[in-house]
């Protein structure tokens, strides 16, 4: 949250971090840990996957765009921040 409302901050829109993170449970996301989960590996595209996103994750950052990573699983309604 820290780095978000940095970033946010500097670009010209000022927040704090609590700030961030209230808004963000009120759209339906929810911080949660990483874990590997041992389908992911074996996904035929799963290098294709991580190209594409990274790709556009490196054309926002060149238009000096924010960029939120959000992982999302098919057997829950949550977001994961």
Same mark, same amino acid.
């Given at each position: 949250m820290e780095k978000l409302a940095a970033t946010l901050t500097e670009i010209g829109h000022p927040i704090s971090a609590d700030t961030v993170r209230k808004e963000?449970?009120?759209l339906g996301f929810s911080?949660?840990?990483?874990?590997?989960? #041992?389908?992911?590996?074996?996904?035929?595209?799963? #290098?294709?996957?991580?190209?594409?996103?990274?790709?556009k994750v490196v054309a926002a950052q060149a238009q000096q765009q924010p960029v939120i990573s959000v992982d999302t699983k098919k057997k829950g309604a949550d977001r994961q921040l």
């Open positions: 963000l449970v009120k911080r949660q840990s990483n874990r590997k989960a #041992d389908e992911g590996a074996k996904h035929p595209d799963r #290098d294709a996957q991580f190209e594409y996103i990274n790709a």
